[in-house]
Nanobody, 124 residues
Framework: QLQLVESGGGLVQPGGSLRLSCVTQ????????IGWFRQAPGKEREGVAG????????YYSDSVKGRFTVSRDDAKNAAYLQMSSLIPDDTAVYYC????WGDGQLREKEYDYWGQGTQVTVSS
């Protein structure tokens, strides 16, 4: 069973930046597409960024396009979400998820493995 661990969340002021990490100690993360999802209080979980397992294609929701960047370092079994120009509406629990041989698009049901989530709070 693939286990994912997120880190890097915290409290940041509007306009600030954070980098989230998603790592696994098992298997080879390179076989998996990685998606980043978030859930704000009282809202449904939404996909924000994804990266393919094969050709490195990336996908973003309209709400984060131009501000967030998803990347991966398969040698380190890690994936990252660089978040910039953060706004209060970005406040949520952020989850990374893995989809074996996936294309990285943000179809939540295709992701079989999920991390425990990390809280991001954007507030002054």
């Amino acid at each position: 069973q693939l286990q994912l661990v997120e880190s890097g969340g915290g409290l940041v002021q509007p306009g600030g930046s954070l980098r989230l990490s998603c790592v696994t100690q098992q298997y080879t993360l390179g076989y998996y597409a990685i998606g980043w999802f978030r859930q704000a209080p009282g809202k449904e979980r939404e996909g924000v960024a994804g990266i393919s397992s094969t050709d490195g294609s990336t996908y973003y929701s309209d709400s984060v396009k131009g501000r967030f960047t998803v990347s991966r370092d398969d040698a380190k079994n890690a994936a990252y979400l660089q978040m910039s120009s953060l706004i209060p509406d970005d406040t949520a629990v952020y989850y990374c998820a893995a989809d074996l041989w996936g294309d990285g698009q943000l179809r939540e049901k295709e992701y079989d493995y999920w991390g425990q989530g990390t809280q991001v709070t954007v507030s002054s």
